[in-house]
């Protein structure tokens, strides 16, 4: 499978499977567009890729989101590809004091960045009958989290969006889907604050609430990207490809 020639932005790429995205793309001939907040970890995840552009930038700012697309379409002269993957958590109960301000700060990162970051993108995409992923998560089809209302709706609203555009973009020839993983080890807990010992609980509760018994490697995620980005997928849009061990066929015992 080869994306010579193709140009990829991958927001939230300076770690876990927005990284393992970048690097598989770029193994494959891509021109990469690094996009995430830690410089430090953005150019780790560089010296893995050829010549990337490496773009330190907040996704909810919209002058950084407009700087992601004119500079990658400025440095590689056009835009095949958008992977939607930056995103965040966000606990809170419906009756908690903060209850708005959490779900206003996670509705913003994980669906109105990707709205917005889509409608700056997608002129370019229609020239070059590229296409669109957006990362989502199995909890946009179940409620798994407790005080998780807004991540959960977030996540529902862009397995929707996702939809909506591809409906829209179809005739263009642009396709749009979407990547629902389930639990994957990547360094989102590391960033919330929590220790070593506190980590490995939690990843073990993800563990055995899959069926499969097992959490999923980031590059298991860039896998079904890669696929859904080439001609192999030329048919597919509009889809929602779940990738989680089982998690939502778990039953009890």
């Known amino acids: 499978m080869s994306f010579n020639d193709k140009v990829v932005i ?26 995430g907040r830690n410089k430090e970890k ?56 903060n209850a708005l301000e959490v779900y206003d700060k996670v509705m913003n990162t994980n669906l109105r960045s990707v709205v917005h970051l889509t409608h700056l993108a997608a002129p370019h995409i229609i020239k070059t009958k590229g296409n669109i992923i957006n990362i989502s998560s199995v909890c946009a089809l179940r409620v798994l989290l407790t005080n998780g209302f807004a991540y959960n709706t977030s996540k529902a609203g862009l397995d929707h969006f996702t939809r909506s555009v591809a409906a829209e973009l179809a005739s263009q020839g642009v396709r749009v889907n ?55 997928a030329r048919a597919i849009t509009g889809s929602i490809y779940v990738s989680d061990n089982g998690t939502l066929i778990k039953t009890a015992h």
């Open 178 to 232: 979407a990547v629902n993983p389930g639990p994957v080890q990547t360094d989102i807990l590391e960033n919330t604050g929590a220790n070593e010992a506190q980590q490995k609980y939690v990843f073990e509760k993800m563990k055995q609430s899959t069926a499969l018994n097992r959490i999923s490697d980031p590059s298991e995620i860039a896998d079904l990207v890669i696929f859904l980005a080439s001609d192999k």
């Open 10 to 35: 991958v927001t939230g790429s300076s770690s876990g499977i927005g990284a393992a995205i970048a690097i598989e793309f770029s193994s494959l001939g891509a021109k990469v567009c690094l996009v």
């Open 42 to 97: 953005l150019d780790e995840v560089g010296k893995k890729c050829n010549n990337p552009l490496v773009l330190v930038a907040d996704i909810t700012q919209d002058k950084d989101a407009q700087r992601i697309v004119s500079e990658t379409v400025r440095y590689f002269g056009k835009l095949d590809i958008l992977i939607n993957n930056a995103g965040m958590g966000g606990s809170a109960s419906i009756v908690a004091e």
